[in-house]
């Protein structure tokens, strides 16, 4: 089983581009830029010191991942128009149906049990583990479904579309520990029991897809983030 999925910190060894790249990527999932933000090339040039060329390069590479916008006069952060977000939401239910699918027809005995070791673990987790914590539980959780479905190319979808809903999903997952943990447990049974159409219906609930709860969850986010930027 895969290891905890974070986002790519730069390394010295890193071309100034691809260490750019990594450190706005973070920064955009951490939410230091606000929904519709206008990018200042020449701040960031200045504050991670390089040159606009490499820093275009990484501008445009995280553009085409979905995390900034090229407004051609400029870069800006997406907003949360509740139209897009559903869309997002709704490509991930269907990914993760998929996934699970096929994690059902491929995984085996050793692997779920690797899964029900880390679902032990998670749930061990301190109470006051910070929602940061419970967000990179949760992916694992996720990602692993994916990576034992066999597609690569799913997973990867699944990583660009959880990295494009992080805030919200963030935002979405104070609470909802308890919750989240069983519904995991529950998932995991009914692969190991080879029941795919009950491990289909329990990830399809278990995901945010209620265009009511997901339009709650994008006004949460939008008073978490304007929030930090006063604080």
Known sequence: MNKDKKPAAATPHMSSSHRAHAQLREQLLRSKFLPGQKINEVSLANELEISRTPLREALNRLVAEGLLLDRERGFSVPGLEPEVVFDLFQARVEIECATVRMACELAGPAELDALSAFLDESMSESPDASVDRLIELDIRFHDTIAELS????????????????????????EGRRERTQSQHREILDHIRAGDTAAAIAGMRGHILHRKEDILQAIKAAYGHVYTLSSA
């Open 150 to 173: 066999g597609n690569k190319v799913l997973r990867q979808m699944l990583s660009n579309l959880n990295d494009r809903i992080h805030l919200v999903r963030w935002v979405a997952m």
